[in-house]
Nanobody, 119 residues
Framework: QVQLVESGGGLVRPGGSLRLSCAAS????????MGWYRQAPGKQRELVAG???????AYADSVKGRFTISGDNAGNTVYLQMNSLKPEDTAVYYC?????????????WGQGTQVTVSS
């Protein structure tokens, strides 16, 4: 049973910082990529940032220069350092992991962690 356990969400004032973590376990397959989506009330889920096993990163335009994604050497934990947070960053943040099986790549999701940016 694959598990993605997220932590680090919370309430922060505009301009503040938070660090999200996501640890994957329970799969015998290699993780090809990990990252974060977010979903604000009344909006579609959107990609925030992702990182591949090779270290290639991608960011939404709205977070470039403020957020940094990184992974650990084991390749099963991903971090999202969020700086200069804005009220529009308020959302539920969902971690994902893409597992490389012999036939297809499967995606699993975390349960979500709330990030609220408010004064």
């Amino acid at each position: 049973q694959v598990q993605l356990v997220e932590s680090g969400g919370g309430l922060v004032r505009p301009g503040g910082s938070l660090r999200l973590s996501c640890a994957a376990s329970g799969s015998r397959f290699q993780i090809n990529a990990m990252g974060w989506y977010r979903q604000a009330p009344g909006k579609q889920r959107e990609l925030v940032a992702g990182v591949t096993r090779a270290g290639t990163t991608a960011y939404a335009d709205s977070v470039k220069g403020r957020f940094t994604i990184s992974g650990d050497n084991a390749g099963n934990t991903v971090y999202l350092q969020m700086n200069s947070l804005k009220p529009e960053d308020t959302a539920v943040y969902y971690c994902f992991a893409d597992f490389l099986t012999p036939s297809i790549t499967t995606r699993d999701w975390g349960q979500g962690t709330q990030v609220t940016v408010s004064s």
